[in-house]
Nanobody, 116 residues
Framework: QVQLVESGGGLVQAGGSLRLSCAASESLFSFATMGWHRQAPGKQRELVAAIISGGRTNYADSVKDRFTISRDNDKNTVFLQMNSLKPEDTAVYSC??????????WGQGTQVTVSS
């Protein structure tokens, strides 16, 4: 069973930055995709950023040019660098990984709160 542990959330003022980490219990090379999602109160969960086949990255339009997803293979960790944060970025952020056979694993989530 793959385990994912997120960290790095917290309270930050608008315009500030946070870096989220997602530590996996096994090598990132085991997974075809890695992603960060968020869910704000009363809203559906949305994909924020992802690393897909060939190392390509995808971003939601709302976070392009502000957020960056990256990976450290030696540490089995996926990061989400979030800059120029806005109050509307407030949400629970969760990471996920997907195998080549279509199975997905999720972390427990970390709260990000951006004050105005």
């Amino acid at each position: 069973q793959v385990q994912l542990v997120e960290s790095g959330g917290g309270l930050v003022q608008a315009g500030g930055s946070l870096r989220l980490s997602c530590a996996a219990s096994e090598s990132l090379f085991s997974f075809a995709t890695m992603g960060w999602h968020r869910q704000a109160p009363g809203k559906q969960r949305e994909l924020v950023a992802a690393i897909i086949s060939g190392g390509r990255t995808n971003y939601a339009d709302s976070v392009k040019d502000r957020f960056t997803i990256s990976r450290d293979n030696d540490k089995n960790t996926v990061f989400l660098q979030m800059n120029s944060l806005k109050p509307e970025d407030t949400a629970v952020y969760s990471c996920s990984v997907g195998t080549r056979w279509g199975k997905s694993y999720w972390g427990q989530g970390t709260q990000v709160t951006v004050s105005s």
